[in-house]
């Protein structure tokens, strides 16, 4: 999963931006409204972790612009601006949550895993299709109920094509989950993690679509 984080403060930024990435999320990391508005038209992401209060441009118009682009990535707003009538302008916005600083990493954590489960249309924590399951709050896989032990990579590829059976995508999209701007990618990693999944979950699990991408099939291989 790609994240964009919008934060200012280069303290907060830096603990946020190492907390995310022990996470094993791609992270781009933004410092002002203009940046961040630039980083969403351009680039797709699976969620937005911003502040308020940004130089150049504030997190409100940030927010107002993205909504008003249709653009649906869901917003995690994380300020100091707590007042009642800042967190409501806020959620009317187009913020989908809102957490006040200084907030619990813990909960930032659960509350970015909520969000993300809501974008994929499901409530429950873990992805379950045929014989596969799989915690990516755990990065815990099962094989017909057995457990299977899958790298921070393997777990944050399988976990997109997991999430939307049927839907195919393409090596670039697989590697936008993987990697932030300055992340160094080699030629065939997605290649690799896909060998490394057929491996330890059978041949049929993720399937190549011809001069296109991969998928996880809807029904039985």
Request: aromatic share 4%; net charge neutral; hydrophobic share 45%.
């Amino acid at each position: 999963m790609r994240l964009l984080l919008v934060e200012d403060d280069k303290m907060i930024g830096e603990v946020v931006l190492e907390l995310l990435r022990a996470e094993h999320y791609a992270v781009d990391w933004v410092r002002d409204g203009q940046l961040a508005d630039t980083a969403l038209r351009t680039h797709d992401y699976d969620l937005v972790l911003l502040d308020l209060g940004l130089p150049r441009l504030d997190g409100l118009e940030v927010l107002r612009a993205l909504r008003a682009r249709k653009q649906r990535v869901p917003v995690l707003v994380a300020s100091a601006r707590d007042a009642v009538g800042q967190r409501i302008a806020g959620l009317d916005a187009g913020a989908d949550d809102y957490v006040p600083k200084p907030y619990d990493r813990d909960e930032l954590l659960a509350r970015i895993r909520a969000l993300l489960r809501r974008a994929a249309g499901r409530g429950e924590p873990v992805y379950e299709h045929l014989n596969v399951s799989l915690n990516p709050a755990t990065r815990e896989a099962t094989l017909d109920g057995q457990s299977v032990v899958l790298s921070a990579r393997e777990s944050a590829v399988l976990e997109p094509l997991l999430a939307r059976p049927g839907l195919v995508l393409s090596r670039a999209q697989l590697e936008e989950k993987l990697y932030g701007w300055k992340d160094d990618i080699s030629s065939n990693a997605v290649e690799v993690y896909i060998h490394g999944l057929r491996k330890k979950l059978g041949s049929g699990l993720i399937q190549n679509v011809r001069g296109v991408g991969y998928m996880v099939p809807k029904g039985k291989p």
